[in-house]
Each structure stands twice: as C-alpha cells, then as structure tokens.
C-alpha cells in the first residue's frame, strides 16, 4: 500500500476537514448554555484528562480478555479498533489547539510523531503480506478437509490427497518460522537448482508465492523496524510540558498507542525477522501504562511457551493450525484400512476440529485486512492533514 495512492484523494481530506470544525462547533456550542465564563484553559486541561481517560478505558477493555482469547483474531482487530479511535481523538485534540501546535516545541514533538506513524506503514504492508500467508494455509487446511470432510467411508486415496496438503502446509510455515530475509532468499535459490523431490517442488510453489506477494523488501526487518518507531522516544520532561501547556503529554501517549499496537501486530501475525525485544519507555504514572504494561507482559509470557518458541506468528489462530495439522498428520500416518470404527470416530473428530478452525479464518481474515488497510489509510490522511494544518498557524 504506497502512501502516494491515497494523497491525491482530495475527498476525503475535504470531509476530513468538515468534521474537524463541527466536532469543535459543538464543543463551544455546548458550553453556551453554562453560566461559567469559556475559559480556554480550563478547557485544554479537561481535553487532556479526556484523552487519557479514553486511552486508559481502550487499554483496560483489550487487558480484560483473559489468556484464552489474547492475541486471536478478534483481539487484534479490537487493537486496531483502539487505535483508530485514539487516532482520530488525538486528531481533533491538535486541531482544536492547532496555534499552540504550531509553536516550538510543539511542532517538533508532533512532526517526530507524524514521522514514526510513516514508519508504521512498512509494518502495516508486512502484516498484510503475513495475513496473505495465512491464507495460504488456510487453502491447505480446506484441501484437507475437501478430502475427508463429509464422506461415508474413508479410502486410501482421500488420506494420500489430505496427506500431500499437510505436508505443503508444514513446509509452507516451516519457511515462515525461519524469518531471515537472507535465509529465505538462500533457500530458495537452492530450491532453483533441484528438481529430484516432489517435496522440492512443493516448496518452490510456495516459495514462489511469497516472493509475488512481499510488498516489502527482502532486507526489511520487522525488528528494526519497530526498533526505529521507538527510538529516542521518552516521556515529556518538565520544560516541556510548561512550554506546551501539557499538550506534549498526548504526543507521548499517542507514540506508546503506535508503538504498542505495531509490535503487537509484528508479534501476531508472520513477518520477515520478527522480533520482540524493543524497550517501551512508559512513566507508570500514566494512567495507560498498567494495562499497556500487563498486555505487554503476557505477550512476552505466551511467546516464551515451549510450544510457541519457534512459531512464526502468536496469533491463536496459527496455533491451532498447527496444533490441528499435527494431529490430523499423525492420524493419517496411522491408520489402516480399512478403518476401524473407533478410528473412523477419532478421524471424523479430527475434521470436525479443523472445520471449525477452518470457519474462524475465514469469518476473520477479511475483516482483519480491511482494518490493517484502514490504519495504513488513516495514517496516511493525518500525516497529510497534518502537514497542511499544523503548518500554518491558527488565524480565527
């Protein structure tokens, strides 16, 4: 998704700027009706206290699943869901105060954001590519089931069809486990030179789609990446928050939100070189950072699992992809015909588990694209908006 398609859309930016100025007509207009004079800065400082209240109210409703329901489908599109609003919050609160946005040393503070937000769009173009792999997988896991599922008996044919695609499927995420762009690329240029294996074969099938479908480079680094969102990033020190009348207190607060949702995204869903290890300089004073914190946490937490280790994304949903192939792989390399009955029962079950896994991808993976692909826009749109704006200063 390069940013320059969605400049030119002058549209949108036209209603972008409508809702602005209505949102904060009725802002005042509210206040008419009050006895108490409009006092601007009491005013700031009651905003300030509302965008924190609302961040920390996001935060807390995302911490409230249990270990059960952490980084599934659902979850992650209730992150991006989070982010969209606190984006669009944050917008309204530097357009409202939009002269004081334009004044040193505001104006750096949220042109450092704007420039992180950028960085995200790499991130954003990875996590798509990783939700099209996922896909992929998902197509096997459908193979499997056109084979077995709803059949009045089981033959030697079905179970070699359901065998080929859980071994295309180990292979295929066996690829994504090993990340290194230079690994990959290494791998498939061996797989160039050999044509002795069907397993070969199927290999470069599938390596050949990843290289069609990567809108990043092979260099890129998902670790490097959310390294460089939260460099030098650290909380407002004293005089800068007397300077900004506390306004610089949102910009960190929004960086935290950008920086939290894009590693939680790179520690989901499958990226070149992921890694987890980046340091989130949150002050616990913020009223955000508890629950930020614990999220952080428990991801850490279920990363380190024995089983998760190696995995090539955190998202529940590849685990029980895997955990399914598994089981179904060991059965299908077990069995006998004909059939017993008990086995013809365990297998039955078997696909009954991965129909159901089957059904969660694909009610989730669309929304969960039509949102990274909302992100992407929407940090496309405050950026330009925000050049345009915020670079000139307020002459009502």
């Known amino acids: ?74 979850w992650i599109r209730r992150l991006l869901d989070s982010f969209l609003c606190c984006q669009e919050e944050f917008r309204v609160l530097l357009y409202n105060h939009r002269a004081q946005v334009c004044k040193s040393p505001m104006e750096r503070l949220v042109s450092d954001y704007f420039e992180r937000s950028v960085k995200a769009l790499d991130v954003c173009n990875a996590v798509r590519d990783g939700i099209e792999q996922i896909r992929q997988w998902q197509k096997m896991l459908e193979i499997v089931l056109c084979a077995l599922d709803n059949q009045r008996s089981f033959g030697e044919g079905q179970f070699r069809r359901a065998k080929k695609a859980l071994i295309d499927l180990a292979i295929g995420m066996l690829d994504d486990r090993d990340s290194s762009a230079n690994t990959v690329a290494q791998r498939n240029r061996s797989f160039g030179r050999s044509n002795a294996s069907k397993d070969n074969q199927h290999r470069r099938s599938i390596g050949h789609f990843r290289s069609l479908s990567w809108s990043v480079s092979r260099s890129w ?59 989130f300089p949150i002050a616990r004073h913020f009223t955000w ?14 990363s380190k699992k024995r089983d998760r280790k190696n995995a090539c994304g955190l998202l529940k949903e590849i685990h029980q992809i895997e955990k399914c192939a598994r089981l179904m792989n060991d059965l299908a390399d077990s069995v006998n015909f004909p059939l017993t009955e008990e086995k013809e029962g365990e297998v039955r079950q078997r696909v009954q588990e991965l129909s159901k896994v089957c059904e969660t991808l694909r009610d989730g993976l669309h929304p ?29």
């Open 1 to 74: 998704m390069p940013a320059t398609d969605y400049q030119g859309s002058s549209a949108s930016f036209t209603n972008i700027g409508r809702s602005i100025p209505s949102l904060r007509r009725d802002q005042l207009h509210s206040m008419e009706g009050s006895t108490t004079p409009y006092d601007p800065t009491t005013s700031l400082e009651f905003e300030l206290e509302t965008f924190q209240k609302q961040v920390t109210g996001r935060f807390l409703d995302l911490s409230s699943n249990g270990q059960e329901g952490l980084l599934s489908l659902s």
């Open 368 to 396: 969960l694209e039509r949102q990274v692909r909302e992100v992407f826009h929407r940090i496309v749109r405050s950026r330009t908006e925000g050049l345009d704006s915020f670079g000139r200063p307020n002459n009502e």
């Open 289 to 302: 950072a508890a629950p930020m914190l614990s999220l952080h946490d428990r991801i850490i937490d279920e």
């Open 221 to 279: 680094s998902a670790a490097r990446q959310l390294q460089a969102i939260g460099n030098n990033l650290s909380p407002p020190r004293g005089n800068e928050l007397v300077s900004t009348n506390g306004l610089a207190v949102p910009v960190f607060t929004m960086n935290m939100v950008l920086l939290f949702v894009m590693w939680a995204l790179v520690a989901a869903i499958p990226c070149q070189d992921r890694g987890l290890q980046v340091h």
